[in-house]
Each structure stands twice: as C-alpha cells, then as structure tokens.
C-alpha cells in the first residue's frame, strides 16, 4: 500500500531543543492526522488538521495542513525525554482511505 | 471512554497454525479498521467495516485473512495456515465516521516460529 514520505527519518537533539518534522504526498489529502506511538503500544493520535493552510497547537505541538495539500509539518518546542517515540503522519483522501507515513524516530538527550 | 481494547496482547504460534485476533472498538463508534504493521513502517491497511458490512479489503489481505464484525461491535480478525511473513504487529482502530481520526488500541503482536 502507498505510504507517505516522511522526513527526517530519525533525530537525536538535546533536551529543550525546538524539533521539526515534516510528510509529503504525491496525492491530496482532505485531512491531516499526526500521531506518535511508544514501543509496543499502538499510535496515539496527537493533531488533525481539516483546512488547507490550517496551523493548530496542542500543547508544545504545532502542526500545519500544507497549502497544496500534499504536505504536512510538525513542530515540538521545548523538547522533553518523554516525547522519545516514533511520529507518524496520516493523510485522508476524498474517498475516506487513510494512508500512513514511514515514520520518524525521535530520541531526546537529557 | 474506555478507547480501542485487542486481544491477545502477544500471541506466539507455530508456522500453519490458526490463530484470531478480538478487537472491541470505542462504543459509539461505527468504523472498525485493521492494520498491519511491521518493524520501522507505519501501518499498512488491511481491511474496514461500518457497522456489521465489511466495505474495503486491501490486496494485503490474501485469503487465509478474514475479518468479520458479526454484530457490528467488536470484531476478529482470522489467519488461517501462519507463514513466517505474518510475524507483525495487528492494530486495530475505530473511528466515529469515515473522515474522521482514527483512535488505535495497542495491537497484537504476531510472531511465527
């Protein structure tokens, strides 16, 4: 099945570092959808984001719905040791199928 | 909201054994998907239902898959005659409707020995 391109792949910052991260398509998505996933558990959804052009936060996270609507990005300020895990980018097509990215593997350096 | 429950956690079997997954979706709602997920990929698409009606299967799902969702609560997910390539995580996840997000439960994890 297609999955999205998601980059960077992997990071290793410090603690307190800003991080950016970002998902692109070669198709259009109609929504947006950023999780993160500990090991062994399943993915938990952290952003949605419905509108081209759309930028929410969540707390530390901030996320934004790519104008061409083939892009999505995602920020996280302030990093902290619990934000270690893999973040997954998803995006929903008009037909409502839900396509993943390949993920990308954060590692905060106390 | 007691969110998406799966059983077994971990399930360990011999290759050509049979083996079903339960996944109980969130009570409200009506689409229940499956997943596969394998080691550094981000879930791939097995096959979803709204309601009790199984609406979409992906060309992953070869024919020893079946899922049904018999009352269009919880449902199963069947892998009948286990090869080594099934050896991954399952995840289940529901959602309210179809353009909305999907919420995860912790998966099953398959490994075949």
């Known amino acids: 099945g297609q999955q999205l391109n998601q980059s960077p792949q992997s990071m290793f910052i410090q603690e307190g570092e800003d991080v950016s991260m970002n998902c692109t398509s070669s198709s259009i998505f109609n929504t947006w959808l950023w999780y993160k996933q500990d090991p062994g558990e399943g993915p938990v959804l952290l952003i949605a984001l419905y509108k081209a052009g759309e930028l929410t936060s969540n707390g530390r996270l901030t996320a934004q719905f790519g104008i061409t609507r083939k892009d999505s990005f995602l920020n996280i300020s302030a990093s902290i040791p619990s934000d270690v895990g893999i973040y997954f980018c998803?995006?929903?097509?008009?037909?409502?199928?839900?396509?993943f990215g390949t993920g990308t593997s954060l590692t905060v350096i106390p | 909201d007691t969110g998406v429950s799966q059983n077994p956690r971990h399930k360990i079997t011999k290759r050509g054994q049979n083996v079903t997954f339960r996944c109980d979706p969130i009570?409200?709602?009506?689409?229940l998907y499956w997943y596969r997920q394998t080691l550094g990929q981000g879930p791939e698409f097995l096959t979803y239902f709204q309601n009790e009606a199984q609406l979409e299967k992906s060309r992953l799902l070869s024919d020893r898959f079946s899922a049904e969702r018999p009352k269009g609560s919880f449902s199963t997910l069947e892998i009948q005659r286990t090869e080594q390539g099934d050896s991954a995580m399952y995840l289940c996840a529901s959602s309210w409707r179809g353009n909305q997000p999907q919420h995860f439960g912790d998966g099953t994890r398959l490994s075949i020995l």
């Open positions: 009570s409200e709602h009506n689409r």
């Open positions: 998803a995006g929903v097509n008009t037909g409502n199928q839900f396509y």
